[in-house]
């Protein structure tokens, strides 16, 4: 079997499990949980949850702060899928894992992804431990997940990003922030390959293209998600500023514990969101 051929069944029997785990739940939304933000997972009601080693082709994770679990429950009663932990472009160029993943959600009957990140901002007003409805993305990843031969079966050779970030759920998102009183900025997120952290040049050069954050992430699931046919809608989660933006020393410790502030608002939002979606 040719490469393609084994991500293709890969893909099928992944999402058979998936809907096994689903059992009379239907549900339409996939979350996937950041660096630091996988406390959601603890606030899931009645969950079922398979480990990525039991999907096949699903990642398998190597970054401290990436359970690698999906979960399947509900969240304030809305049915969903929880994706705790992925594969980062840092770790591999393989795109094979996430493809897997994204396209075996999409397969399971899952309509909407909502993504989530740790970032650097880039923007004076947006601060550490605050959270950023992300409008629209910059793709600095030196990749896109979609190349090589196109499957048709899976989605359209070329694939238009002008409304890759959806404006009705991002919306949606907006109105649930003001509801819960939390603040959320919106803005562009520009994703570097990393795993080094960007230089303070880099950094002026991303305000420069009009970026408001830096991370790592959610371009490639993005992507592929569009690919697909699923609406995206992602909140970044500001851990620090970015390079030469403060005194601080950027780790990916100090990721988590930054994350681990925005946390909460960041579960009551996303609670309160999908409600509305
Ligand atoms: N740069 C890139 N990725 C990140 C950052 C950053 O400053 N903070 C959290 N993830």
């Known amino acids: 079997m040719t490469e393609h051929q084994i991500h293709v069944e890969n893909v099928q029997s992944a999402a058979a499990k998936i809907r096994v785990a689903c059992g009379e739940l239907s549900p339409k939304i996939a979350i996937v949980l950041g660096s630091g933000l996988g406390g959601l997972a ?15 082709g699903f990642p398998v994770l190597t970054v401290a702060g990436h359970a690698g679990k999906l979960l399947v429950g509900t969240l304030g009663g809305v049915p969903v899928v929880v994706l705790n932990g992925r594969k980062h472009f840092y770790e591999t160029s393989d795109a094979y894992p996430l493809k897997t993943m994204i396209r075996a959600l999409s397969v ?3 309509e909407t992804l909502f993504l989530s990140n740790a970032a650097g901002s880039l923007r004076a007003h947006i601060g550490v431990s605050e959270l950023m ?4 993305h910059i793709n600095f990843l030196g990749l896109n997940p979609l190349v090589g031969p196109n ?10 990003m002008s409304d890759a970030w959806d404006a009705t759920l991002g919306a949606a998102v ?6 819960e009183g939390i603040t959320l900025h919106r803005g562009v997120y520009v994703a570097f390959r990393g795993p080094s952290f960007e230089t303070p040049a880099e950094i002026r050069m991303a305000q420069g293209w009009g970026g408001d954050a830096v991370g790592m992430s959610s371009v490639p699931e993005c992507i592929l998600a569009r690919h697909c046919g699923m609406r995206v809608v992602g909140v970044s989660c ?6 030469g933006l403060s005194d601080e020393n950027l780790s990916h410790a100090h990721t ?3 994350a681990a502030n925005g946390a909460v608002a960041f ?3 996303v609670i309160a969101a999908v409600r509305a979606f």
């Open 133 to 136: 409805l992300i409008t629209d």
């Open 238 to 243: 500001i851990t620090n500023m970015g390079a």
């Open 256 to 258: 988590l514990a930054n």
């Open 174 to 179: 907006s109105s649930a922030a003001q509801v």
């Open 108 to 110: 399971a009957g899952i």
């Open 151 to 160: 499957d048709e079966d899976f989605g359209p050779r070329f694939v238009p």
């Open 42 to 56: 603890a606030r899931l009601e009645n969950p079922v949850a398979l480990s990525y080693g039991d999907l096949p």
């Open 267 to 269: 579960e009551r939002l």
